[in-house]
């Protein structure tokens, strides 16, 4: 859905059960025409589906998500200021997908989640 348009995978390290990859966003992307002018902000919903896209690009499989147990957006992620973000992603396979998962640039953390997927 946004692999190599919103943002491209520039590096991946991967071991069983973690995934860190460094992305590299598009701060030219439409999608910050409108999300908003001159003052660019990456949407929350947009980081997730990017973990969801790495996720399925790793895996080799679709994935649906079932559940999102905790969510937290710490900082505002503008891609003119921070162009490149850490994805940081642990996983373990039970009934479902559990997935651990986190954006960082240094220092600072965008985002926190814990989600299931089928």
């Known amino acids: 859905m946004f692999l190599n348009d919103l943002y491209t995978i ?5 071991s069983p059960g973690h995934i860190n990859s460094e992305i590299k966003i598009n701060g030219g992307h439409r999608l910050f025409k409108g999300h908003f002018p001159g ?3 990456t949407p929350g919903v947009v980081q997730l589906q990017i973990v969801k896209e790495i996720l399925e690009a790793h895996l080799q499989k679709k994935l649906s998500m ?3 147990r905790v969510c937290k957006f710490l900082s505002i992620l503008n891609p003119e200021i921070t162009p490149v973000v850490q994805i940081r992603i642990s996983y373990k396979q039970a009934e479902m997908l559990e997935v651990a998962s986190s954006g960082e640039f240094g220092e600072t953390v965008f985002f926190k989640a814990q989600t299931s997927y089928l």
């Open 10 to 14: 520039t590096e991946t390290d991967s």
């Open 39 to 41: 003052e660019p902000v």
């Open 66 to 68: 079932k559940s999102l």
